[in-house]
């Protein structure tokens, strides 16, 4: 029968939000929340759209547009997803999503459309190899799950829990985003509005959750994580620079929130992307957890080439420069507008 793409509408979800439990290439991060998400957060315009067989769903794909002057001017399936892409039961259902998105590509005269993709699509688009990510099976016994990390990173636990290092689940967002901030802007990276972080918490309640660190009465370091078929998926981590000092406290964030998951059943954890040869990336490597390619694939419409914008290009080495240098209230406020459209 014929594959049928229309754009969803609210009375899609409970449909669209079953798809996404069943498929087995569907993520978190196809959810029908994230529409309200980057809608509510950021003013992104969102384009989900479904393929129908029969009046079911066969596959969706969704997608935001992301307009910058500094920028460009995008369709991604998602920004501030690391995952997305089209996720279909079948070809017929792929092929036409994908032809579907590339005719809303070139009527909204996007720079490129930019699909997420976690395994390679075959389609034969230019592909960016940049981004990785880290996945692996935990036990429900803790014993094994520290073994199963090696000696030095073991050893870096270790002394976190030397040092006084205890976890602590909150409910809302404000420590997470105090500390979040200053570990960004250290990195000279744009920080968003606490108000995503909100969003989030909002949509998605017991699947998104934040792990605050406390070295006595402050707090040190944080993560917020997502939860989506047994699996756990660190998201926005950072620590402040005090931390630096404190010895394994980022070692000792991931561990806890490691056997909090592990004790709670749950058996995957997902050590989210890092872009290859930097930091984060060696760091997830030496724990163990063997780097993954995300195949992040494009299809062109005004521009000439794949496009880069990342903290690693040097075309935006002042700007990152510049950042790490700014007053932390400063960054606070001028991050927010130019972290929008940097997802």
Known sequence: MTVMVRSAVAADEPAWEAFVSGCPGATFFHRFGWQRVLHNAFGHRCH???AEQDGAITGILPLAQVRSLLFGHKLAGLPFCVYGGIAANDEAA???LRQAACGLATELGVDALELRNREPSGSGWAVKDLYYTFRKAISADNDANLKAIPNRQRAMIRKGIQEGLEGEEVEGTERLYR???E????????VFSRRYLDCLRREFGADCRVLMIRQGAEDVAGVLSFYFR???LPYYGGSIA???SIKGCNHFMYWDLLRRSAEEGISSFDFGRSKRDTGPFEFKKHWGFEPQPLPYEYFLV????VPDVNPTNPKYRLLVNTWQRLPLPVANLLGPPLARSLG
């Open 302 to 305: 005004k521009a000439d080439s």
């Open 230 to 232: 047994n699996e756990v």
């Open 179 to 181: 500390v979040y901030a």
């Open 94 to 96: 792929a092929t036409a």
């Open 183 to 190: 570990s960004v802007r250290n990195l000279g990276t744009p």
């Open 242 to 244: 005090r931390a630096r």
């Open 48 to 50: 989900f759209l479904l």
